[in-house]
């Protein structure tokens, strides 16, 4: 198994570019390795205001909705993406629980 396959087999939607590189792929990995994690789905890539390419990059992970699925913040400079997390989970309770463990992941 190559190590994004996980990755792969998770990501959806029709946007493919990840902001980040291969730091920005890095986080989306350690989201999809989680076993709650069904799919993983990149938004549209926003720029706000002009500035020199690259700086750190960091993601921020947002409250569940309603039936548990959540949603990432990519940012890269000035650029930021939203990335939609979909769960297995049916419940926000559920949600909350998979995001304080992924924030957990992204602590180590």
């Known amino acids: 198994m190559t190590p ?3 990755l792969q087999s998770k990501l959806g939607g029709s946007h493919s570019t990840i902001i980040g590189g291969r730091h920005g792929k890095k986080f989306l990995k350690i989201i999809s390795d989680h076993p709650d994690v069904k ?14 390419p690259g ?13 548990g699925n959540l949603r990432a913040l990519l940012t890269h400079g000035t650029s930021s993406q939203e990335v939609r997390i979909v769960t ?21």
Do not use: H, W
């Open 4 to 6: 994004n396959s996980t």
């Open 39 to 52: 799919r993983i789905i990149p938004s549209v890539i926003t720029v706000k205001g002009k500035s020199a």
């Open 55 to 67: 700086g750190k990059i960091d993601v921020k992970l947002l409250r569940p909705d309603s039936r």
């Open 88 to 108: 297995n989970v049916g419940m926000e309770q559920e949600g909350e629980k998979i995001m304080q463990e992924l924030n957990a992941m992204f602590m180590e």
